[in-house]
Nanobody, 131 residues
């Protein structure tokens, strides 16, 4: 089991910055990738940024050049630095730990394979970008 605790959300004006943190505990050794997803009402949860245990990073096109994912292995913590925030970035942001071998960042899991059983999720943190 993996437990994830997020922090750092809030209200920010357009053009501003926020940093989200996600601290992992439990079966840390089983994590092969971590990521940040976001969701708005009525839409599917979408990948924002991810990082594998080998250090490869992935970003949604909409956040490239503005968001940076990083990790501190000594603290078992993943960060999402969000700069130049836009109102469209408003969402609930969820931290994800993927214990799949390989993780979905490296090998997508299609619906034909059934439910994905290797995910752990944080409780979510609200990010609101508004003037």
């Amino acid at each position: 089991q993996v437990q994830l605790v997020e922090s750092g959300g809030g209200l920010v004006q357009p053009g501003g910055s926020l940093r989200l943190s996600c601290a992992a505990s439990g079966s840390i050794f089983s994590i092969n990738a971590m990521g940040w997803y976001r969701q708005v009402p009525g839409k599917q949860r979408e990948l924002v940024a991810g990082i594998t245990s080998g250090g490869r990073t992935f970003y949604a096109d909409s956040v490239k050049g503005r968001f940076t994912i990083s990790r501190d292995d000594a603290k078992n913590t993943v960060y999402l630095q969000m700069n130049s925030l836009k109102p469209d970035d408003t969402a609930v942001y969820y931290c994800n730990a993927d214990t799949g071998v390989p993780p979905r960042l490296l090998e997508p899991w299609g619906p034909e394979k059934g439910p994905y059983e290797y995910d752990y999720w944080g409780q979510g943190t609200q990010v609101t970008v508004s003037s």
